[in-house]
């Protein structure tokens, strides 16, 4: 299991900057954040091979354990055994995700998320920090 992060507070316009490492042999790893783990505004999931998947990230939301609709995003910025951050903000609108090599994705806010209280990074990513910007 990886961490999870409650109680928090981010709100729109503050970002949560996340670095980590890749581990050589990874497979998935996924970022999840919203009001709960039931309750996720976003669910950011990269998969290197996973799910029939390859070097795709899929971006969902989770309300009430249903999920919704998902973004796939072809755009794969992670290279296994490498470190990388992830920059994650949002506002009334969207969620933004900044990606190495100035890329950036967004996801609409489903949710209406107007607070950003639960932050948790599952499977084959190593954090090696978390700053809240
Ligand atoms: C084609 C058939 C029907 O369509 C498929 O239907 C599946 C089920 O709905 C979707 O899959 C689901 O997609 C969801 C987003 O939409 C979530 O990602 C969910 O996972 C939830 C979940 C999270 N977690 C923890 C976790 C997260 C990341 C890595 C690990 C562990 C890594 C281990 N590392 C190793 N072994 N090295 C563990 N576990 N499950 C996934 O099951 C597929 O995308 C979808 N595919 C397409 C093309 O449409």
């Known amino acids: 299991q990886g961490m999870v992060l409650t109680h928090l507070k981010v ?20 970022l999840n954040m919203g009001r709960a783990g039931s309750d996720l505004a976003l669910h950011f999931n990269p998969r290197f091979e996973s799910h029939g998947d390859a070097r795709i990230i899929i971006c969902n939301s989770l309300q009430g354990g249903e999920w919704g609709e998902e973004q796939r995003e072809p755009d794969f910025p992670f290279q296994p055994g490498q470190d990388t951050k992830i920059c994650i903000s949002f506002n009334a609108q969207e969620l933004m995700v900044a990606l190495p090599g100035e890329q950036q994705l967004k996801f609409p806010n489903r949710l209406g998320l107007e607070a950003i209280e639960f932050f948790s990074v599952e499977g084959d990513f190593r954090v090696k920090s978390i700053k809240f910007k």
């Open 11 to 30: 709100q729109p316009g503050e970002c949560i900057a996340v670095k980590g490492m890749v581990p050589p042999d990874a497979k998935s790893f996924a």
